[in-house]
Nanobody, 125 residues
Framework: QVQLVESGGGLVQAGDSLRLSCAASGRTASSYDMGWFRQAPGKEREFVATISWSGGGWLYYNDAVRGRFTISRDNAKNTVYLQMNSLKPEDTAVYYC?????????????????WGQGTQVTVSS
C-alpha cells in the first residue's frame, strides 16, 4: 500500500513558476514509477509527466508541458516533484500524483495503482 500526498499548488499569474511535491509513504514507495496528471473543470484527466522508479531511467512529458515542466524524484525522501515554469492559464487544473508498478503505457491513468487527493493550480492571465 502506498499513500500519496500532494502539496505546493496555489494561485499564480501567467509566466510564474510553482513546484509541486508528492510525498509517498509505504515501505516500497521508492520502487514505483511516479506520474503527474491534471484535470481541468469539465475535462478528462490528462497525463502531464512521469518518471521511472529509479529516477535515472526514463521520463516522459505531455507535449503541452515539455520544455516548461520538469519532473524529478528523491527516493531518499520518497518525494516526487513537478517544477512548473512559464505557467499559462491553460495549465489551470487539479494536479494529481500517481504511483504504479512497471508502468507500460505512461499516459494511461489505469496503469497507476495509487493516487493522491490532488492540489489545485490556478493561473490567472
Amino acid at each position: 500500500q502506498v499513500q500519496l500526498v500532494e502539496s505546493g499548488g496555489g494561485l499564480v499569474q501567467a509566466g510564474d513558476s510553482l513546484r509541486l511535491s508528492c510525498a509517498a509513504s509505504g515501505r516500497t514507495a521508492s520502487s514505483y514509477d511516479m506520474g503527474w496528471f491534471r484535470q481541468a473543470p469539465g475535462k478528462e484527466r490528462e497525463f502531464v509527466a512521469t518518471i521511472s522508479w529509479s529516477g535515472g531511467g526514463w521520463l516522459y512529458y505531455n507535449d503541452a508541458v515539455r520544455g516548461r515542466f520538469t519532473i524529478s524524484r528523491d527516493n531518499a525522501k520518497n518525494t516526487v516533484y513537478l517544477q512548473m515554469n512559464s505557467l499559462k492559464p491553460e495549465d489551470t487544473a487539479v494536479y494529481y500524483c500517481a504511483a504504479g508498478r512497471a508502468v507500460a503505457v505512461v499516459d494511461q491513468s489505469g496503469q497507476y495503482d495509487y493516487w493522491g487527493q490532488g492540489t489545485q493550480v490556478t493561473v490567472s492571465s
